[in-house]
Each structure stands twice: as structure tokens, then as C-alpha cells.
């Protein structure tokens, strides 16, 4: 299950990535926001990232004017690793060598065709393990200091 998150700025691309969803079969919980009035991002953050972190969510696409401000209130909350992606390479990486579970996106930033594309291969990338499996594990630990 995706946990969905968007503030007013990243409103818009949020529908076209649940139609995607859609058509990819794909299970999600939209978390809001559920209109384009302006809202305080970090609230709707809060409530789907504490959704991954507790098992409910496998992972989670946050959406505002940037990406940056979803992602910095995601990674307040424990287990969380967000990260801000702007072109498919980055979004494989994150998941091959930093097991992301969180993808933030920049709705201002992005033509929904190349956001669609980020997401397809966030949602379809594994984590390589090994090496990284170790430094993630180094990144988690940070969570308890």
C-alpha cells in the first residue's frame, strides 16, 4: 500500500499519479490534501509518513511545489527515508542504494509526464542489499540518537 500525501501546490499532479496508480493496479491511501485551497504541508506529511513508519504503508509519494518541504518534515519521523527526485536516475538510486520509502516530488518542478515516469521506477526498484544494506542500517540508527 502507497501512502499519498500532496499539499494545495502539488494538488494537480497528485490526480494525474492516483490515475496512474489506478491503471497500475496499484493499492494506495490518499492522505490528502483533497483540495488546491492552501494548506500547511507539514500536517499531512506527518500523518502519512507515521503510516509507513508503523507498517501501514510499504511506502509513500509526497507531492508539494518542490518535493523539498514534504521530504524534510517526512524524514522527522522515525524509519522514514525521504528523498527529493527530479529525474529517473536519482529515483533508482534511492531505492537501489538508500531502500527510500518515500519519493517527494516537486509539482512546480516537474512536467507530469517525467513525474509519472519517476514514480514508475521508484514503485518498481528493489534494494540491492549489501554494501547499502549496511549503510541504511547506519542511516536507521541515527533514528535513536
Known sequence: MIALACDHGGYELMQTVKE??????QKYKDFGTYTSESCDYPEIAVRAARAISSGECDKGIFICGTGA???????????????????????????RHNDANVLALGARILPPELAIEIVGVFLDTGFDGGRHGRRVEMINAL???
Open 20 to 25: 496512474n496508480l489506478d491503471k497500475r493496479n
Open 69 to 95: 518541504g514534504m521530504s524534510m518534515t517526512a524524514n522527522k519521523i522515525r524509519g522514514i527515508r525521504a528523498a527529493v527526485c527530479s529525474d529517473v536516475y536519482t529515483a533508482e538510486m534511492i531505492r
Open 143 to 145: 533514528d535513536e540518537k
